[in-house]
């Protein structure tokens, strides 16, 4: 989840620098999003330890 919030945030910076504001704040809001989702994803998985049985 993380990687995919890294390689969004690079699409916004690279689309930011060509001049697609548009494409930049769109892919800079899914980046945050995926970012939040993660994290809490592995605070979840932290919290109950996900043990396999």
Known sequence: MMSWAVIFFVVAIVAALLGFSGIAGTA??????????????????AITGRSRR
């Open 28 to 45: 800079t809001n899914i980046a945050w999003i995926l970012f939040v989702v993660g994290l809490i994803l592995a605070l979840v998985f």
